[in-house]
């Protein structure tokens, strides 16, 4: 393949992040379809142009992305309906969360932890103090993601 995967990968994840709140008015209540069907598709042939054509040569094909598309009654794919996957992706768990721990750190912004709730008599996006879903509970997993090195058992504390 000779390209950088996981950067690949990366960009996908990006572009998808990046339009998701373009696209998906743009898809949603067609008279023809679901909405999920109409994301898939969008996803699908996405992944087949961004990403097969990029990391592969030409006639070799990757397995359809999540659900894949519906587009086609005989191919859950966009593009090449008739093609079988020779290639798949597999994603390796650690690298997946070191990568979402990196951006998670990068990305931090205190207002991303807050939930929408009843607050001040209204509902609003705001602090929860909730130890479990609140900011103790955020707060505790980042410790334990952090010093993972250590025994961290304060999920015990549930266990009563």
């Known amino acids: 393949m000779g390209v950088d995967l996981n950067q690949i990968i990366r960009m996908f994840s990006m572009f998808l992040n990046n339009s998701w709140n373009i696209v998906i008015p743009l898809l949603r209540n067609r008279s023809y379809t679901t909405d ?64 979402w721990l990196e951006k998670l750190i990068q990305d931090y912004k205190i207002e991303s932890f807050y939930s929408y709730t009843y607050y001040k008599k209204q509902y609003k996006y705001a602090p929860d103090i909730g130890l479990v879903n609140g900011f103790g509970g955020i707060g505790m997993t980042l410790l334990s993601i952090i010093n993972k090195d250590k025994k961290n058992e304060w999920d015990n504390t549930f266990m009563l």
């Open 36 to 99: 999920e069907s109409s994301i898939n598709d969008w996803i699908q042939s996405n992944w087949e142009i961004l990403v097969e054509r990029k990391i592969l040569e030409i006639n070799n094909y990757l397995e359809v992305y999540g659900s894949g598309a519906d587009f086609n009654e005989e191919s859950s794919r966009i593009t090449d309906i008739k093609a079988l996957p020779i290639y798949f992706i597999s994603v390796f768990v650690e690298e997946a969360e070191e990568y």
